[in-house]
């Protein structure tokens, strides 16, 4: 999930200064689905909303306080020598190796 928010947010950033849809994407590395997706959310509900997903019912959260900021500081961290980012590919199999995160995936 926090790695979902921060996607968001670079999208609605990049959008923000002036970076066409297929840029957005390509810096990113998604899809450009995903960022007119989000763009509209922005448009049709504000910030908070194209940023967070609303709570929903269903199987508790999996990782706690401490897993999600340890998910959040990698992100925001320096990415590895010889990478420009960090791609959602790459964090898991960092944070796969932390005690307590073994079995993360990419939707987290």
């Known amino acids: 999930r926090a790695v979902r ?18 840029e957005i994407a390509s810096i990113l590395n998604i899809n450009r689905d995903t960022v007119l997706r989000v763009k509209k959310r922005y448009i049709q509900y504000g910030i908070e909303r194209s ?22 500081a990698l992100a ?17 199999e960092v944070l796969k190796k932390k005690n307590g995160l073994e079995s993360i995936n990419r939707e987290v």
């Open 51 to 72: 940023i967070h997903d609303a709570e929903r019912p269903g199987q508790p959260k999996k990782y706690g306080e401490k897993e999600t900021a340890e998910i959040i």
């Open 5 to 22: 928010e921060i996607t968001r947010a670079n999208i609605l950033l990049l959008s923000n200064s002036g970076k066409r849809n297929d």
């Open 76 to 92: 925001c961290s320096s990415p590895p020598e010889g990478r420009k980012r960090w791609s959602i590919r790459l964090m898991v």
